[in-house]
């Protein structure tokens, strides 16, 4: 017989920049599978420092990569998601809170940014945090068949939902698999997207990154 309990946890998480009076961004990101926050952040670096503050979480669980000697990170698997999806709001909600305290996110123009993995553990952060944001790009991933639109009703209708395909991509297609995945993200959140389809493969581009606030 399965039975949980309850424990202290602690997981880390990175920042890029200072938060500062000066800034007036800010950057939620979730790195996909296998990836470490401390390295995936470092492609926000085309930010103006001043004004973007920047902050990674990072997938709960860690294992070894292939090669036996990188460490990488994953959001959830088919076991026990429910459990892992409350242990990621916990560690989100944990994270602004220690961030921020009393200070409301409502100050600063509010960017959420997910890549593979990681787009359906932002899209549930922003459902199931009720966060307010300026800009989401949703980044070659899939989008939780779960959420609908009463959960996005929380959102500014102005806001900007940007989805990002590499042309070579090698888990997607534009044209074939990855259109039902852009059709779920426009009807739960209910925002119109703007489709970028730069030339590469299933990857982070800085200069596409940058574009994405144009």
């Known amino acids: 017989m399965e039975h949980h309990i309850d424990f202290s946890f602690s997981a880390p998480y990175y920042t890029l920049n200072e938060l500062s009076?000066?800034?007036?961004?800010?950057?939620?990101?979730?790195?996909?599978?296998?990836?470490?926050?401390?390295?995936?952040?470092?492609?926000?670096?085309?930010?103006?420092?001043e004004k973007h503050f920047v902050i990674a979480l990072q997938g709960l669980s860690k294992f070894y990569l292939p090669d036996q000697k990188n460490v990488g990170a994953s959001w959830m698997t088919k076991e026990g998601r429910e459990t892992d999806m409350q242990n990621q709001k916990s560690y989100f909600d944990a994270v602004i809170n220690t961030l921020f305290n009393s200070k409301p996110l409502s100050n600063y123009r509010i960017h959420l940014m997910g890549f593979s993995q990681g787009v359906s553990m932002i899209s549930r952060m922003a459902a199931y945090s009720k966060i307010d944001f300026q800009t989401m790009v949703l980044w070659a991933g899939g989008f939780p068949p779960e959420l609908?639109?009463?959960?996005?009703n929380h959102i500014n209708r102005s806001a900007n939902l940007k989805v990002v395909i590499g042309s070579?991509?090698?888990?997607?297609?534009?044209?074939?698999?990855?259109?039902?995945?852009?059709?779920?993200?426009?009807?739960?959140?209910?925002?119109?997207?703007?489709i970028i389809v730069f030339e590469g493969i299933h990857e982070v581009k800085r200069e596409v990154l940058a574009s994405c606030l144009s």
């Open 148 to 152: 609908e639109p009463a959960d996005f």
């Open 168 to 194: 070579e991509d090698e888990f997607y297609a534009l044209d074939k698999n990855y259109q039902p995945e852009v059709d779920k993200m426009e009807a739960a959140i209910g925002l119109k997207p703007e």
């Open 21 to 49: 009076d000066q800034t007036t961004d800010i950057w939620i990101v979730c790195p996909g599978y296998g990836q470490l926050g401390k390295y995936f952040i470092r492609r926000f670096d085309v930010f103006d420092s």
